[in-house]
């Protein structure tokens, strides 16, 4: 028997898809006419994480904490004021440009906010399929992609042509998850997903 109680060996290294180090996000704190900055807000304050392949991790904390602030630091949506994040090997803090969007392919959200996180004046073929015109998948393989995908999270094919504001609360939360599995990702920080189902 193993000398870890019968465990075996952990995940090797190479199985980490996301570690963070020391990971902090503050925000200034402003005051008076001239917005003077009179401090720091320390939303996020040095988390260290890994993830694993095919793992899913959740956080859990009161509201504020920083629980949706870690989620968009880790994807780079919000910059961090200091720490190490490597996504499937690669510093995400040194890419910039091309390479970063190219990471973002495989790095997704659910937004909490159904509402604002989606257009109203793009149709809901459009919102889901954007990543895929933003990695040039040619235009009838992505409509192809957008009704499945939309398939998978319970809409219809005819819910492509319409607007996010005739839909209810859980249904825009289906079109959110469905415009971040649309484009296969390793990694998706799913931010209350289904608080509105």
């Keep these: 028997m193993p000398e870890d109680g019968g465990q075996g060996p952990g995940p090797e290294p190479a199985d980490v898809l996301l570690s963070a180090r020391g990971v902090k996000k503050y925000f200034p704190v402003r005051t008076g006419i001239l917005k003077r900055t009179v401090g720091q807000l320390q939303a996020v304050d040095g988390v260290d994480l890994d993830i694993f392949r095919g793992e899913t991790v959740g956080l859990v904390g009161e509201s504020g904490c920083g629980k949706s602030t870690l989620g968009r630091t880790l994807l780079r949506l919000l910059e961090p004021t200091a720490g190490e994040i ?67 999270v319970g809409l219809s094919a005819e819910a492509a042509g319409r607007y996010p504001h005739q839909f209810s609360g859980g249904q825009r939360q289906r079109i959110g998850l469905a415009r971040a599995l649309v484009l296969r990702p390793k990694f998706i920080v799913a931010d209350e997903p289904v608080s509105a189902l």
């Design 86 to 152: 490597e996504f499937d090997g690669v510093d995400v803090r040194r890419l910039g440009g091309r390479d970063l969007k190219a990471m973002r392919r495989h790095m997704q959200i659910v937004f909490q906010d159904s509402v604002g996180s989606l257009d109203p004046r793009m149709t809901v073929r459009d919102l889901v399929g954007e990543g895929l015109r933003i990695h040039r998948l040619e235009r009838k393989h992505r409509d192809l992609a957008v009704l499945d995908v939309l398939e998978r």
